[in-house]
């Protein structure tokens, strides 16, 4: 399992770190088999996993239970966990508590939170108290009422300088990492060259030192449309509607189930429940 002096290493090196979203454990044995470097348990998972049409919706109940199982299918791969909304925001004593249950009952390395300004007291807290974090700035989905959607952000020049400052204070205040999530990537560039901790991107260009893109937007497993900057290497969807469409056919037809997939009792057996009637 990488550590994040690993990360930093990867860096130094110009080696593109790869992030997966992913939230449960079939998805994330398959994660740690195509050996990714870090899994992430999103947050988003209230969108792509439990329907709701924001994140705000999700509790720190649902990031342990789907950080357990992401942990149980990959027990070999750096795990970092989104702090769900409010959950890091009313004092610095709450993050702590809450960063350390999601660290002490699931197993996961890291956690992560979204923003940075009033976020800075908590970033300091949790790694002084020895939880490692990783920053999200850009597009913070926990503040897209705020933000007024889910809109590209740093697009202007002043924009842009308060994220350049942001990036650096976050890093001063002790995250090991940064995600950036929907800015410009001649921005994106400008922060990865002046950080000396990673940059992943997802949204933000080539030039960041590594990319996150969600399970099932990857695989087009249960989406109906993906932003622009994703790209899907499989079509689930297509491959599985197929197979269950096959399953409802022959349960119909009475072609399923057949003899090779029953049981059957034997000669004497049969004898005895028929009272020797055959």
């Known amino acids: 399992m990488k550590s994040t002096k690993d990360f930093w290493e990867l860096k130094n090196q110009s080696k593109k770190i790869v ?8 998805s994330a044995k398959q994660v740690e088999q195509a050996q990714a470097d870090v899994i ?44 769900p909304f409010m959950s890091y925001h009313l004092s610095v004593r709450d993050t702590l508590l ?22 800075l007291p908590h970033i300091k807290a949790l790694v002084k108290a020895g939880i490692p974090v990783v920053s999200h700035l850009g597009l913070t989905p926990q503040s897209v009422a705020v933000l007024g959607g889910f809109k590209v952000q740093g697009k202007d020049a002043e924009a842009a300088k308060k994220m350049l400052e942001d990036v650096k204070r976050c890093q001063e205040a002790g995250a090991f990492a940064i995600v950036l999530e929907c800015i410009p990537q001649q921005l994106a560039q400008e922060i990865s060259t002046s950080l000396s901790i990673p940059t992943i991107g997802i949204g933000a ?7 996150v893109l969600v399970y099932h ?20 969807d297509e491959l599985m509607t197929e197979g269950l469409r096959t399953y409802v056919s022959e349960v119909r037809n009475k072609l399923f189930p057949g003899d090779q997939h029953s049981y059957t009792l034997k000669e004497e057996e049969l004898k005895t429940l028929y009272g020797g009637r055959q």
């Not at 260009?205 to 990319?211: A, N």
């Open 205 to 211: 260009g080539v030039h960041t030192d590594g990319q």
């Open 217 to 236: 937007d990857i695989l087009t497993y249960g989406v109906n449309r993906v932003p622009k900057f994703v790209k899907s290497y499989a079509n689930s």
């Open 19 to 26: 992030m997966v979203t992913a939230y449960d454990y079939p």
């Open 40 to 83: 992430l348990v999103g947050d988003s998972l209230g969108n792509v996993v439990l329907g709701y049409d924001s994140t705000i919706y999700v509790t720190m109940e649902d990031m342990l239970h789907h950080a357990k199982a992401v942990r149980r299918g990959a027990p070999n791969t750096f795990i970092v966990v989104d702090m």
């Open 98 to 119: 809450n960063g350390a249950r999601l660290i002490q009952e699931t197993g996961a390395n890291a956690v992560k939170v979204e923003g940075a300004d009033e976020v």
